[in-house]
């Protein structure tokens, strides 16, 4: 039997042992602790908000298990919102951000919704990515970076293009309103700087619709114009136009002169399921062209496509790609500054963007914080076998950082040769941080 002695020793043994298993579970569990960093995600629709919130979720997800297995202390909760089309609710959302300190947001896709709330977030320090604003009103230096070429570069992008083509004059049919006038001033511009002629400008008022019929009777005579000059291989109708597209092609179906001539359009119209719908026949006899950015296929991108697919039954798109690489870079910014401070975010962002190669290719940004990598695809509408078709015939890419720009376009889709420019530039540039 033990003696009180005895008894005693063991006790104090145990208390000794109790002691130290505490202090080092306290000391494990204080090494443990991670810094919880908030970041905003702002939908523009109530339709995009079921993508914004799954492909947030991937990039939180990644983003964690980053951060784990580089042993790097943070870890990052994305608060998404859905602004429902309604640029005064984005205003509102961005000021309840900021009330409850998250001033690092992804987010203000449409440019309505983005100047409602940049004046409040410049006001407060507060750091926006935006994945698709393209207005070049915001191309200007502040805390706002944008992932998608504004509207002057497409201009300018489509001009180059049609050059390329061999497009000496053209016929501007447009909405009469800032986005319609903005873009044919940098077309324009382009166009002339690089030898072309403008026939024709004619603007329609989107607000009556009679003034459709209008725009394609002017532009009508001034394709009978062309085509009686011979003219009709050189000459193109480009389209300025948004939702209302189809309603100008079908007015221009009975025109035989504007049959007769190439039509290009921009972003907005290309592979666009209104058309495809409603005047998709007409669009593949004037071989409609415009451009689409795209993302690069890496093996990273291929994952997250693979998964957003499997979910939405559609291949994931430049917008929702672009809400992904957002993330990426304000966490990255975070981890590279230390710290969540929106000021120490903003010196440091440019260089995250720049080393940082996302699933939408490279991420580096100008002196104006917007992304200064442009890579389109053209696409023409075609009828093939009877069936409406949209086949590439084009690829336009520029790097300003180098000052490096390739563009090629070919009048058959069959003799597209189907190579990048220029991709060794771009992948001893940028490396990939996503393990």
Known sequence: MLNHKNKLSIILVIIYVSIFVSLFILTESLSEKKDYIYLGVMSPSTEQAPKYNFITELAQEKINSYCNTSN???????????????????????????????????????????????????????????????????????????????????????????????IENVIIIQRNDTWGKTYADYFMLEYRAEGGKILEQITYKIEQTYTIKQAVNRATEAGITALKRGMSNTTAVLIIALEEAPKILLEAENSSSLMNLTWFCTETNTADPNIINKSGNIASKVTLIGPLNIHIYNEDYQEINKLYTKRFDEPLDFEIANVYDGCWLLALSVIEAKTSNDQNISTIFKEVAYDHYGITGPLDVNKNGDRSWIRYYFYGYYELNENLVILRIGSYTRLERFENQGARISRSPFNVIYDNFPFYIWEKQYESKIS
């Open 72 to 166: 790097i202390n943070q870890r990052f909760i994305f608060n998404t919102t859905n602004a429902a089309g309604n640029p005064k609710k984005a205003y509102e959302i961005t000021k309840k951000y900021h009330e409850k300190g998250i001033n690092l947001i992804v987010g203000y896709s449409w440019n309505s919704h983005l100047n409602a709330s940049l004046e409040y977030a410049r006001k407060n320090q507060m750091v926006l990515v935006s994945p698709t604003s393209t207005s070049p009103k915001y191309a200007q230096k502040d805390l706002c970076y944008r992932l998608l070429p504004d509207d002057e570069r497409e201009a300018k992008a489509v001009a180059i293009m049609m050059i390329k083509y061999g």
